[in-house]
C-alpha cells in the first residue's frame, strides 16, 4: 500500500476535514514505530523514513493483506482523537491493535530475529 492509497481510503471510510499533510506525517510516526518496534529486531532491516513531502506513491512497511487495516484504523483513530470523539476513538484504536498485533504476530512468525547480544558476566 502507498501513501496516497492509505490517505485515499481513510477519506472515503472516513471523510474528515485534515490536509494531507497530517495524514502523511501521521503514517510516517506510524511506520517509524512498526520499524523499530517490529522489523529492527530481525534480520534484514531498513528503514525508510518520510515526511510531509513525501512521494505519495511511497511503498509503506506493512505488506498486504495485513496494510489496509493497519493503516486505515491506525488513520481513523488519529482523526477520532483529534476531534476529541472518545467512543470513537475506543473503537477505532481497538480495530487498530487488533491489525497490529495480528501484523506482529506474522512478522514475528515468518522473519529471523536477531540474536541476542551476549552479556558481560564478572
Not at 31 to 56: C, K, N, R, Y
Request: zero cysteines; proline letters at 5%.
Amino acid at each position: 500500500m502507498t501513501i496516497n492509497e492509505a490517505v485515499e481510503l481513510v477519506d472515503r471510510m472516513k471523510p474528515n476535514q485534515y490536509d494531507n499533510e497530517t495524514k502523511v506525517r501521521w503514517l510516517s510516526k506510524l511506520d517509524g514505530m512498526i520499524f523499530w518496534e517490529v522489523i529492527a529486531t530481525h534480520e534484514g532491516s531498513t528503514l525508510t523514513q518520510f515526511d510531509g513531502e513525501a512521494d505519495p506513491d511511497t511503498v509503506l512497511l506493512v505488506p498486504y493483506p495485513y496494510d489496509e487495516d493497519v493503516y486505515n484504523y491506525f488513520l481513523q483513530s488519529q482523526i477520532d482523537k483529534e476531534n476529541g470523539e472518545m467512543a470513537k476513538y475506543n473503537q477505532s484504536v481497538v480495530l487498530y491493535n487488533n491489525a497490529y498485533q495480528t501484523f506482529w504476530n506474522w512478522y514475528n512468525r515468518t522473519h529471523v530475529p536477531l540474536p541476542a547480544e551476549a552479556a558481560f558476566r564478572f
